[in-house]
């Protein structure tokens, strides 16, 4: 079965779709008719939470002094139609938010962000039944939540129209063969499953399920509504999603550039490409091309922040297969049956090893490689 789920997993990432790509990531909404004060503190803070995914920003004790300052923010406005009523669209000056933020240590997260497809299902006394509808509460919950805090979220039943491919059953049970086929025209870079229950009068409990590294991942929230739950558990993705894409700037030590080698690049547009597509990552501040050898470029990328931050942004960019050596893959590959029966004859050389004590260490296969090797999968 984990193959299996591999295997679609694989098939996924070599989709045509990519990462979502926020457009209006430094963009406002706001109502009209207030005074400028007002609705320049507002486009800033919609701004603020939507960089940070996190809407506690905006009350951290340096942030919100500074919204009194949101007039010198501001780059564009323009009257507006909304779903509200009059309103107005405001532009921001990307480079002064990322400056403040990065002032007071706060992790940005760039345009190119991680879609996550959501397949809930409610257990009742009677039966279990997907949630589904455009007015069903909790999935209006997370859309409004997620619109919020710019995550990309697909919740294919909250389409008044949409008929599952496959059964709340199925759901429920987590056959992720079919889950993970039914979710291959999403295109979304995680699957999960939300399952909603009652284990007792007043409280409601929801345990959502996803793959990570080809590892199944279980977590468990209770809450006395199942809007509260739906509100902790984005929060909840978004913190575990933060600590891998989130971007602190100007917090590389040590290593401030390095060479990436891109493979695959076999004509002049795709090179553009890729340029442009590390030119526009947070964690990069600038990128140089040093040699160009058949269909191989090698860059010479400065960064803006740490090496796993780098990487963690290459991983949204479905067209860049990493091309590690065995011996990098191993520092954390699962153990293989060949390695669990060496580790069974390791006592056999215990006497061997105690005379190789005193030797010279090899370099540690921890250690990073000089160089990050890639291959550019075009569409």
């Not at 940070?52 to 002094?65: D, G, L, M, Y």
């Not at 002064?96 to 706060?106: D, G, P, R």
Request: aromatic share 6%; charged share 15%.
């Amino acid at each position: 079965m984990r193959l299996l789920i591999t295997a679609l997993c694989f098939m996924l990432c070599l989709s045509s779709a990519q990462a979502k790509q926020l457009t209006d990531l430094y963009q406002a909404v706001v109502p009209a008719g207030q005074s400028q004060s007002a609705w320049q503190q507002q486009a800033l803070a919609q701004v603020l939470v939507k960089v940070t995914v996190n809407p506690a920003v905006v009350e951290q004790a340096a942030i919100k002094a500074e919204l009194k300052n949101a007039g010198n923010y501001i780059k564009t406005f323009a009257a507006v139609s909304s779903e509200q009523g009059p309103a107005l669209k405001v532009g921001l000056d990307e480079q002064k938010v990322q400056q403040l933020l990065s002032q007071h240590q706060i992790a940005i997260w760039g345009a190119r962000r991680p879609a996550i497809v959501l397949w809930p299902v409610e257990q009742t006394p009677e039966s279990r039944v997907f949630m589904q509808g455009a007015a069903n509460p909790v999935l209006t919950q997370l859309q409004q939540q997620a619109k919020a805090i710019g995550l990309p979220l697909e919740l294919p039943t909250a389409s008044d129209t949409y008929v599952p491919t496959l059964s709340q059953d199925e759901v429920w049970a987590g056959n992720w063969l079919l889950i993970e086929q039914a979710s291959l025209p999403f295109n979304a870079d995680q699957t999960l499953i939300l399952l909603f229950d009652q284990p007792t009068a007043g409280q409601y409990r929801l345990t959502w399920q996803g793959y990570e590294q080809d590892q199944l991942v279980s977590n468990e929230l209770v809450a006395s509504s199942q809007q509260e739950l739906a509100s902790a558990f984005l929060s909840s993705l978004t913190a575990q999603l933060a600590s891998k894409f989130a971007v602190q700037l100007g917090s590389q030590q040590g290593q401030t550039e390095l060479e990436l080698d891109i493979e695959g690049l076999t004509n002049f547009v795709d090179q553009v490409k890729v340029q442009q597509m590390l030119s526009a990552m947070l964690s990069v501040k600038q990128v140089t091309v040093q040699e160009r050898k058949a269909d191989l470029l090698k860059f010479k990328v400065q960064l803006a922040a740490d090496r796993g931050a780098f990487i963690n942004s290459l991983s949204l960019e479905r067209r860049l297969q990493s091309l590690q050596t065995a011996a990098e893959q191993t520092v954390s590959a699962e153990p293989t049956e060949a390695t669990e029966t060496a580790a069974e004859t390791d006592e056999l050389f215990a006497e061997m090893a105690a005379e190789m004590a005193t030797e010279p260490t090899a370099a540690s296969p921890d250690v990073m490689p000089s160089v990050l090797r890639y291959r550019y999968i075009p569409n």
